[in-house]
């Protein structure tokens, strides 16, 4: 059913503060040098993430209902992935920590995990916090554990970033978690991740309960960026934290709506994100049921695709939209001009074991051609061939991608 025109949607949820100003990036402007908001110049970047949790996110509800949600997810995981190929989007998978393992078995107590602590209080369900934990292997049980799945999405070749959604779908509020929880709960996602050459840079909190009182503790733990939910703003510039977390700004969840078409939504959003320099985020549940990924991601995924065909948006995952933001907040620019050219010297405090050493898009203005760009970089940067294009001077500004760690950047004019 759809009841709504485009143009009427956008004024409930306008009225309903949907569309409410959140916070908004600052400029960055070293003597008419400028660092772009976002990578490429784009006025807004994109971003997906998935609360990929199979059996272990649904394990408070009745044994039919959890079993059927884990092998919908299982059947959509394959399809998810090749869509997303199919438009080269990058997405973040929210992980549960468990899934990476192959298998696990019962310790001498009779408890599952016996080494992990237990949250506090559970109100989800009587007994044991690990009682579901069937204490065997993917093939025995593959709603509890993917390592196969995970496989098949780190093969993909747009570049997924795999990311944690706790080790065992913990609530992260006051009363149902401790640090010592939480500190072991990301531990064991760092040990289960690293056969697999990766580490957890992005945290979903599960139910979307956010433990802000840990931001210190995750990001010591290397966790650069969570997805908020906020009361107010559903459209923001990803916000810095004191202690050096990022919060990417929910923007929507994706489902099937009632009284409006879903896409419609999300292009209203996603325009208005294009409009004022705002991050869009959508997640989603891939256990969900395969029509709203026919109905509604797919066409999502469409429009995503050509707004980023007309330069409009950036399609990133979570950690390198927060890693962008971090390298532009921590670089500094300052140029001497001459007659024949110009130097740019970047300085660089980006704290790079976390951050790694994203690229930066400069915007300077010029008002002549460049014949030719100089890199001068330390010796154990990363390779720097994409800033080594050359790219045309428009209107009077030339935009270069640079990484940011990169010391001297010569400009020669013709
Ligand atoms: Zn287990
Ligand atoms: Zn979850």
Redesign the pocket.
Known sequence: MRTYSPGLLRRVFEWKGQLAQGNRAATKDFGGIEIAPFKNNSPAAVSISADFEMAWGWRSRPGPECASKAANERRNVPSLLRALEEYRIPITWATVG?LF?ES?TRGNCGL??ADMPRPPRNERWDGDWYRH?P?ANVNEAPAWYAPDLIATILSSSVGHELASHSFSHIDFSVTTSTPELVRMEISACIKAMDPFGIRPRSLVFCHNRMGYQYSDLLYEMGIIVVRHRDSRSRLAYPERTASGLYKLYESMNLRLATYYNYVDKAKIFIDEAIRRGDAYHMWFHPSDEPNVFEEAFIPILDHIDSQRGKGLVWVSTMADLAAYCEAREKTTISAIRSQSGMTLTLESSLDTSKFGNPYLTLLIPLDRPVTKIVYDQDNDSQDSTAARRTHPVENKRLILNVPCKTKRVQLFFS
């Open positions: 468990h393992l696990c599952a995990h934990d204490c």
